[in-house]
Nanobody, 128 residues
Framework: QLELVESGGDLVQAGGSLRLSCAAS????????IGWFRQAPGKEREGVSC????????YSTDSVKGRFTISRDNAKNTVYLQINSLKPEDTAVYYC?????????????????????WGQGTQITVSS
């Protein structure tokens, strides 16, 4: 059974940091591009960061660039999202997702249509 499990969410004060983990079971993450997404209450899910299969390509949206860093540890079959300088508007459920589709070039996307496997999410709440 293919499964992604996120962890690391918490209630934190603005300005704090968290590291989210996305652990895979049933498959090896180094064969997949990985994305991180979030969904705030009453809002649509949005992509925030992604890394290509090789990790040579990473991308973060403008709203989080400079504060969010995606990384991968293949030995632990885990992808991380380091989040610094947290803001109240970062409050959301955070999801990781894996894209198994072969694509031309070494790419990743922050569009959820390209991802097939999803975790259940981990909650981040940032207090002001």
């Amino acid at each position: 059974q293919l499964e992604l499990v996120e962890s690391g969410g918490d209630l934190v004060q603005a300005g704090g940091s968290l590291r989210l983990s996305c652990a895979a079971s049933g498959f090896t993450l180094d064969h997949y591009a990985i994305g991180w997404f979030r969904q705030a209450p009453g809002k649509e899910r949005e992509g925030v960061s992604c890394t290509s299969k090789s990790d040579r390509i990473t991308y973060s949206t403008d709203s989080v660039k400079g504060r969010f860093t995606i990384s991968r540890d293949n030995a632990k079959n885990t992808v991380y999202l380091q989040i610094n300088s947290l803001k109240p508007e970062d409050t959301a459920v955070y999801y990781c997702a894996a894209d198994p589709t072969p694509r031309p070039g070494d790419v990743c996307y922050v569009s959820d249509w390209s991802y097939e496997y999803w975790g259940q999410g981990t909650q981040i709440t940032v207090s002001s």
